[in-house]
């Protein structure tokens, strides 16, 4: 999904590429001005990528090397500029990371900050690559010295985060919610149901409107609705949902006890796409209630339903969905569903079609 949006968004003249040894991670050339990866929605951080073909840490404080990563930081630096930095590595208190930060104070008049620094400086051992081991090598796995593949030192990356904040920290959360769904998995979520001008949204269990913002944020839509029993929440998203600049009528109501077109508060059978994250943490809702609420809340997003719509759903409660599902078969049928991570957790994302 990441590498589909930054093609979209960046157009780079080289697809991105997965990052050897990592499996959350992507690595693309850049053609465009730096600042464009902070139009992306579904990436947690974007970092200035460095290599160094170097044996240890302490190489990095010499003057080539060095120049490259104040370069990198100041690219990072344009872009949202920040205050102080600190470095997310391995031996991070010791004593080359403590002349490594002096000598990137006095390049940039940075404060190095251990606990708080906002621009993050990422230092790790580099990926062995078999294959290009193999070719550094020579046939056979050794080379002119001898060595084997496995003797290839691997080197040092050097990560600069771009801007003093993930991407993932959103500039118009301006009022935090507990459990409040992590923007990140909402624009992925948002980019699995797609996004259509002439949608009508609903957004069930809207809690601080993350979900609203990620989708209005991502196109027009007709109409959206957000709807929650926690008046709360409500507040939270309201505030959210003008940071965003964006409008959403917000309506304080029991998705699994109110009626669509009767009591309730929104038209049976009037919206497009319906997304819902149901209570799955400790912070809202038990695991006791799960099977109570899921089943609930897929019966009232079918009801709200037009026909041909789609719904995504994110829950952690898997087996507890899954159960659902099956017994609400008559309702959705499952397109396509995606794990993600979260705070600790593997909730899972489902994508469904009205039946």
């Not at 003797?151 to 301006?174: C, E, F, N, Q």
């Not at 007709?222 to 964006?246: F, I, K, Q």
Request: proline share 5%; charged share 25%; net charge neutral.
């Amino acid at each position: 999904m990441l590498h589909d949006e930054v093609v979209e968004v960046l157009a780079p003249r080289r697809a991105p590429v997965d990052v050897a040894g990592r499996d959350d991670a992507l690595a693309v050339r850049l053609d465009g001005p730096l600042a464009d990866v902070l139009r992306l929605r579904t990436a947690v951080a974007a970092y200035v990528s460095l290599h160094f073909d170097v044996p240890r840490p302490r190489s990095l404080t010499s003057g080539d090397h060095l120049a490259r990563i104040v370069d990198a930081v100041y690219a990072s630096l344009r872009v949202a500029g920040s205050s102080s930095f600190r470095f997310e590595a391995a031996g991070s208190d010791s004593a080359v990371f403590a002349r490594l930060a002096e000598l990137l104070h006095d390049a940039t008049g940075l404060q190095h900050d251990p606990a708080d620094g906002q621009l993050v400086v990422r230092v790790r051992r580099g990926a062995r690559l078999p294959g290009v081991d193999a070719r550094r090598t020579g046939a056979g796995g050794r080379g002119a010295g001898g060595r084997t593949t496995a003797d290839v030192d691997p080197g040092w990356d050097v990560l600069v985060r771009v801007g003093p904040r993930p991407l993932s920290a959103r500039t118009w959360r301006v009022t935090d919610y507990p459990g409040a769904l992590n923007a990140t998995i909402a624009a992925a979520m948002v980019r699995l149901g797609g996004v259509r001008d002439e949608d009508r949204v609903l957004n069930l269990m809207c809690g601080s409107g993350t979900l609203l913002a990620e989708r209005l944020l991502a196109g027009p839509a007709a109409t959206a609705v957000g709807v929650d029993v926690s008046a709360e929440a409500l507040d939270a998203a309201r505030a959210n949902l003008a940071a965003a600049h964006v409008r959403a009528t917000l309506v304080a109501a029991d998705v699994l006890t109110s009626t669509p077109g009767a009591d309730g508060p929104w038209e049976a059978g009037a919206f497009d796409l319906v997304l819902v994250d149901p209570p799955w943490s400790a912070l809202h809702g038990d695991h006791a209630s799960a099977v109570d609420v899921h089943a609930g809340v897929l019966r009232a997003a079918r009801a709200a339903a037009a026909p041909g719509a789609r719904s995504v759903v994110v829950t952690h409660e898997v087996k507890v969905m899954e159960r659902c599902l099956r017994e609400a078969s008559a309702l959705w049928s499952v397109r396509d569903t995606l794990r993600v991570f979260a705070k600790g957790h593997h909730p899972r994302v489902y994508v469904l079609d009205a039946v």
